[in-house]
């Protein structure tokens, strides 16, 4: 049998508390077709983004997980001074109101203005509200508390069920390439669909299967040294930056900037501004406790001295 095909559907079990295995489309499973949702292009991995004109360029923002509060500025922003809104991923786990990013990102989606790429933590997610088993993390548990809390909450569920598969991996706008986690030359468009094993790497990062003293696992960034010097990647996923960007650059000369600035740790939420070609323009802050997006420096990578 094959496992896509299949999952656990709480809602029609016969009886209560025998979730019941049903049959789903493949669609349904997990590759929705994009013409259900409004898209003009097909579901795909990776893609370029086909800019319509009335954008000005892209605002690309890092991992929001659950501050809506930070988020809003920059939906703000985007809306007037018509920028496409990309999200790198994680919109939900840590922060206050899920509910409320869910909301902000639905907008901008239905209205054509926006993206999310595939975050680990959107993955999770969705899987759990699919009815698939996963490991519900004190994290998960207080997103799925916040949207069981919120009126709109199984509307949000539904909505949230039905895009998260039409959302790319990766998604590239002139030489300026954005994912989650970490990229291989065989992800980068034209390609457009590419192994599970490269999945992983989107979502999750390139790890060496260590973890480090307080948990987290050790991430490293050989894949940098593999892409061509002329990209310039956007990647959340590693919250390296804080009140200052951080630029990696790999031994090819391609860049890599770290938009997590630790939102989901209390951090500010960051984001960089593309013109219509994919070149970036400025990098943008919302610290806590702050309504207006600053400008913020960027600076180059410097590993941080391993504590004793
Ligand atoms: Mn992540």
Known sequence: ????????????ALWPGRPTLVIVPRWRAGLAKAEEIGFASPMSHARSLELADRFEGVLVVGDVHGHSELLTPFCDLALA???????LGDLTDRGPDAPGVLRLMRRFVEEERGLFLRGNHD??????????????????ADTLDQLHAASDGRLL???????????????????????????????????NVF????????????????????????RIYRWLDRLPGDLLV???????????????????GCRLLHLDS??????????????????????????????????????PFTSPVPAL
């Open 81 to 87: 001074q018509s920028f496409f809104l990309l999200s």
């Open 123 to 140: 993955d999770k997610l969705f899987r759990t509200l699919l009815g698939r088993r996963t490991f519900i993390d004190a994290d998960l």
């Open 234 to 252: 956007l990647a959340g996923h590693d919250p390296l930056s804080d009140t200052v960007l951080r630029l990696r650059t790999g031994k090819n």
């Open 195 to 218: 192994p599970k094993r490269l999945e992983a790497l989107a979502l999750f990062g390139e790890v060496t299967g260590e973890r480090h003293a307080d948990g987290r696992p050790v």
């Open 1 to 12: 049998m094959d496992r896509d095909h299949r999952f656990l559907d709480p809602g029609r």
């Open 157 to 191: 569920e539904d909505w949230f069920r039905h895009v998260y598969p039409a959302m790319p991996f990766v998604l590239g706008v002139g030489r300026t390439v954005m994912v989650h986690g970490a990229l291989d030359p065989a992800m980068l468009p034209p390609v």
């Open 262 to 299: 630790g939102a989901g740790q209390g951090g500010p939420l960051s984001a960089v501004r593309l013109d219509r070609l994919g070149e970036p323009v400025e990098a943008l802050q919302v610290r806590p406790g702050e309504r207006e997006p600053r400008p913020c420096p960027v600076l």
